[in-house]
């Protein structure tokens, strides 16, 4: 009997054993076939996170952050201990004493699973398992992942400290809202920075990971809070916080900026526009798209955000003001159901919806507006964001729309989507009445940018960055006109011609394949033997053509190429008139060149990249400071900054170009729109038809250019040119500008001397000569002009014409450095030749 019980209990024990073995043996096995394979876990210990770039102001301030994944890395020691604390009391209590899997856990899940048929499969994944499955791993269910990941996080566990873990999972895990990583989170919901939570906010964030879609802090706030209150319970039982602190939190609102408790992080920053979208477009093109979106890059940028303000509103301006002109209402060619306009609650949400520009402050804010009802003479509206008061009716009377062509009913119906702004008192800022405004149609560019470092200090590319985010500026070519001029002048006076230099202004006629060209002047007139700087100064085409056909244009080409104008110009004569697209920041960049003397400059709308751990990676000014670390420097000497900047062009040149440019703004086709109190030189530029307006113009300091004209090229009207367009642009943005950057004379390079000269004739005046008509020109030292030589470019000439009269009412008189008076040439006539068009 003993025997056969000792037999029984044998072979039960044996079968245990054996079972035990098998069982053993198979999860060894399991774990064998599926951990062969397996993705290296060590990559991990040097992860880079997708993070967020930033790009300051040069004041320092964020003005736009773009991502794929929005998350800020906060180290393992940046983490506080209380947010720690509530991811290991939500997710994983036993974190820092499991291996990487928690057997208990694991064993539970089994057992609720099986006792619910399989209706309920909750996850037992540790922390570590979660690293696993978040960067290595699928985020299926399937037993194979799930073993796979014990495998891992094992693996794991044994390479990398618990810290650093928890840092991975920590700047990882998904948070809801684009939110990744908690100290995205915590910004995104509450504003703050990880040390500035409370306990209750802590376990809000970690409540978040079981459905980071779904609790919403609004929409599911007493879900969201109930898991909110049970984080708190779990970190009181772990012995992290105490009763005391448990019950004061569990006591407290779910607060959130997305219940408007908070004000957003967004509303530090400016919209979006098209210097810091330029900016990204650059940067993705220089790094690559995938590192300057995932790099977590510094950027600082060039921008001066006032004036980049008074940029965007100095060319709104002009557009609106030509817009209204027109006197043709577009709107914004969207509208909502009216059966949704009886119900407020209905027509904001959708008012809401619609996309139209919000981005616009042109005398205050635009605000998206329905109407609500078309009247005789009033139109009610409903206004987003604004709510009705007796003081501020949501009407717009009828004489608003005088400008418009037609009545209310004529251009309205309710449901119509417009922009609407308060109209107040000049000083008292009084409430007067909401006016309608409208985008308009015709679109343009502006730029202004350091003529010595190239650093761009505004940018506006077009009227609202919303309503458009083509950039006029940077990304559109269109023919600059006679803006183009000045680089056939440098080709000019570099080749031995002067400012005082006599160039035949008369028809032309140029066989081409297309046919006969007659190239024309803006004024429909023909002026004969003119001077050089006359030409600039009047915008003569046919001077400019002769000019160009004398110097080559060859020639021509090889200088606007070397400014970067164009990168491979086509050299033909109608190239000498802008007739080749290009871009006006190529544009105002190969002004800059001028402005300062003639030397190299490469415009930047960045300062300084730097990567994720602070390194500079790109930095713009490569200028070297030779004693900036000398302490012995005295206080009254700064240290010296050596330029390495190249020359692109002779000083002379540039300084006779610039005086040449003066006589634009001075007396010549920008005189009437630009007047600033420091010296200024620029170019007008109209195209054919007048379907590009452009000016370009620069202190000693800043240059800015302007160009306006329909995406789709057509005409904008009779009298339509560069300077009354554009001219007006400069002259706001600029009349500020010189306020902050400042402005003085233009720099006399050495190696020449003045002489006095006829503007009119060309002629030289005697040293001490006064008059309108004078005009002191810089020559070389050793260059000894030769006057009352003409240059006609080989074209041929009209035997009638006479000489460039400024319609003078009689003989011009000069008065000598004797004190005596002079007269200078005879009165002459216009002739009976003329011709049309424009470039």
Request: glycine letters at 10%.
């Amino acid at each position: 009997m003993i025997r056969f019980v000792l037999s029984f209990f044998g072979g039960i024990f044996s079968f245990l054993t054996l079972g035990v073995m098998v069982i053993a043996l198979s999860i060894g096995a399991i774990f064998w076939v599926y951990g062969r394979d397996l993705p290296s876990h060590e990559s991990l210990a040097s992860y880079q996170p997708k993070t967020i770039s930033r790009i300051y102001s040069s004041e320092g301030r964020i003005i736009d952050e773009f991502a794929q994944e929005r998350r800020l890395f906060a180290p393992a020691d940046e983490i506080p201990e209380l947010v720690k604390h509530a991811f290991i009391s939500a997710e994983d209590k036993n974190f820092y004493t499991h291996a990487g899997y928690d057997t208990r856990g694991i064993a539970a899940a089994i057992v609720e699973a099986v006792q619910s048929r399989g209706q309920n499969v909750r996850g037992a994944s540790t922390i570590t398992q979660q690293v696993m499955k978040n960067f290595l791993l699928s985020g299926d269910r399937q037993i194979e992942r799930k073993i796979k990941e014990i495998i891992l996080a094992t693996r794991l566990e044994e390479t990398l400290p618990k810290e650093k873990i928890l840092e991975l999972y920590l700047n990882e895990i998904f948070l809801g809202q684009n939110s990744y990583g908690v100290a995205a989170a915590a910004q995104t919901y509450f504003n703050k920075a990880l040390s500035d939570l409370a306990p209750h906010e802590a376990a809000f964030l970690a409540s978040l990971p079981k459905a980071p879609s779904d609790f919403h802090p609004v929409r599911r706030k007493e879900r969201v809070t109930e898991r909110r209150n049970f984080v708190l319970r779990e970190m009181m039982e772990n012995g992290y916080i105490s009763r005391a602190v448990y019950e004061h939190e569990v006591a407290l609102p779910l607060k959130s900026v997305q219940n408007g408790d908070y004000e957003s992080y967004r509303t530090e920053r400016p919209p979006r526009d098209y210097f810091t979208d330029e900016i990204r477009r650059q940067l993705s093109r220089d790094f690559g798209e995938g590192e300057f979106f995932t790099g977590g890059f510094t950027v600082r940028a060039t921008i001066d955000p006032e004036m980049q303000v008074l940029a965007a509103q100095s060319l709104q301006r002009q557009l609106e003001q030509y817009d209204r002109g027109l006197g043709v209402w577009t709107g914004t060619g969207k509208t909502i159901d009216p059966a949704q306009l009886g119900d407020e609650a209905s027509w904001r949400a959708a008012l809401a919806n619609v996309r139209v520009a919000r981005d616009v402050t042109l005398d205050g804010p635009w605000h998206p507006a329905v109407v609500l009802g078309v009247e005789d003479q009033q139109m009610r509206l409903g206004i987003e964001g604004v709510e009705e008061t007796e003081a501020e009716p949501f009407v717009v009377p009828r004489k608003d729309i005088s400008w418009i062509r037609g009545s209310f009913r004529d251009n309205f119906k309710p449901g119509d989507v417009v922009h609407v702004r308060r109209m107040t008192e000049d000083g008292s800022g009084n409430f007067i009445r909401w006016t309608l405004r409208q985008v308009p149609k015709v679109q343009g560019g502006f730029m202004a940018m350091d003529v010595n470092t190239g650093r761009v200090i505004a940018m506006q590319g077009g009227f609202s960055y919303q309503n458009s985010v083509f950039n006029r500026a940077t990304q559109a070519r269109r023919q600059p006109g006679s803006s183009f001029k000045p680089f056939v002048y440098a080709a000019a006076l570099d080749s031995g011609y002067t400012p005082a230099t006599i160039i035949i202004d008369a028809p032309i006629e140029i066989d081409t394949p297309q046919g006969l060209w007659r190239p024309q002047n803006a004024s429909h007139q023909f002026y004969g033997p003119t001077p050089l700087r006359t030409g600039i100064e009047r915008s003569r085409n046919l001077m400019t053509i002769r000019l160009a056909q004398e110097v080559g244009m060859d020639v021509v080409a090889s200088y606007a190429e070397k400014f970067g104008v164009y990168d491979n110009m086509g050299q033909y004569l109608a190239n000498a008139l802008g007739s080749e697209e290009t871009t006006l920041y190529k544009m105002v960049s190969a002004y800059a060149m001028f402005a300062n003397g003639g030397e190299r400059v490469e415009p930047t709308l960045v300062d300084r990249v730097q990567d994720r751990y602070g390194r500079t990676i790109y930095r713009h000014d490569q200028r070297q400071c030779v004693d900036c670390a000398d302490p012995r420097i005295p206080r009254s000497r700064g240290p010296e900054i050596v330029s390495d900047r190249a020359r692109v062009m002779n000083a002379i040149t540039a300084y006779q170009l610039t005086s040449m440019m003066r006589g634009v703004v001075e007396r010549g086709t920008a005189s009437s729109a630009v007047n600033l109190p420091v010296p200024t030189a620029g170019k007008t530029g109209t195209t054919n038809d007048a379907k590009d307006v452009w000016f370009i113009g620069f202190t000693s300091n800043v240059v800015a250019g302007c160009y306006i004209g329909y995406d789709d090229p057509k005409p904008l009207g009779r009298g339509a040119s560069g300077g009354g367009f554009c001219g007006p642009v400069f002259q706001r943005f600029m009349s500020e500008a010189v306020k902050e950057y400042g402005g003085g004379r233009f720099k006399v390079p050495p190696g020449g001397h003045f002489i006095n000269i006829d503007r009119y004739t060309g002629a030289r005046l005697p040293d001490g000569a006064s008059g309108e008509n004078v005009v002191a020109e810089y020559f070389r030292d050793g260059e000894e002009p030769i006057f009352g030589i003409t240059f006609d470019g080989g074209f041929a000439m009209g035997a009638d014409l006479p000489l460039f009269d400024e319609a003078q009412a009689g003989p011009r008189q000069v008065t000598t450095s004797t004190g005596k008076k002079a007269t200078v040439g005879p009165k002459a006539s216009f002739g009976t030749l003329s011709s049309g068009g424009l470039y």
